[in-house]
Every structure is written in structure tokens, then in C-alpha cells.
């Protein structure tokens, strides 16, 4: 599913973060300033472009990126499926995967 969602060729349309993932991203940027892109920049390009499923550079690591749709930094311009906030309009198969995403971090306690 993540494979045929990262084949797109037009971007999703951002609906947010979960308050809890925004929260923890934010912490972590106060906390290593610099580190990667500030996650109050990375919402507002996430808003203006829209966003593509990507995956990193290990595809069989499982790990399912969430960036704007003009960039292809998965180390600095992007949040995991997981910190997505899900919407009734929102593409079936992303919903599917954000779902996934939540439950093997829940499992995984991460």
C-alpha cells in the first residue's frame, strides 16, 4: 500500500498534526535547535505544497516518510505516517497506512 501511495503523481492535501505528535516534534526542536527543519516551517510547507509518502533509503526497513511535495530530504523535511491527523475526506489507502503506522508504534512503544 505505502509503494502504490508513494507511485502518486499529484500531492495529498494536508490536514494536520495529532496535538500529542506536534507537541513531541516541537520539544525536540527546542531541545536540538538546528537539527532538522523547525517543525512550525515544515507545517507551513506541508500546507502550501501538500505532501507525498516517500521512503527513506532503506525501502525494506519499513519506514514510510511524510514530505512536502517539493522536497525529497527524508532526513530533514519530514514526520512519520503516524503524526498525521486523520480526516473523514482523506484518501482511504492513507488512512489505511497512517492506522498501520500508529499500531506498529504502539507496539513497538516508539
Known amino acids: ?12 492535501a494536508f490536514h494536520g498534526l495529532e496535538d500529542e505528535s506536534y507537541s513531541s516534534l516541537k520539544a525536540t ?5 538546528g537539527l532538522v527543519t523547525p517543525i ?20 525494506n526497513s519499513g519506514q514510510v516518510f511524510i514530505l512536502p511535495l517539493d522536497s525529497n530530504n527524508t532526513e530533514d523535511d519530514s514526520v512519520l505516517a503516524r503524526h498525521l491527523k486523520i480526516t473523514d475526506d ?16 504502539k507496539d513497538k512503544k516508539w
Open 40 to 59: 512550525d516551517i515544515l507545517i507551513q510547507r506541508l500546507k502550501a505544497h501538500g505532501f507525498k509518502v516517500a521512503f527513506g533509503d532503506h525501502v
Open 90 to 105: 482523506m484518501d482511504p489507502g492513507l488512512k489505511t497506512l497512517i492506522l498501520r503506522s500508529k499500531a506498529v508504534a
Open 1 to 12: 500500500m505505502a509503494k502504490e501511495l508513494s507511485e502518486r503523481h499529484e500531492g495529498f
Open 29 to 33: 526542536d527546542e531541545e536540538y535547535p
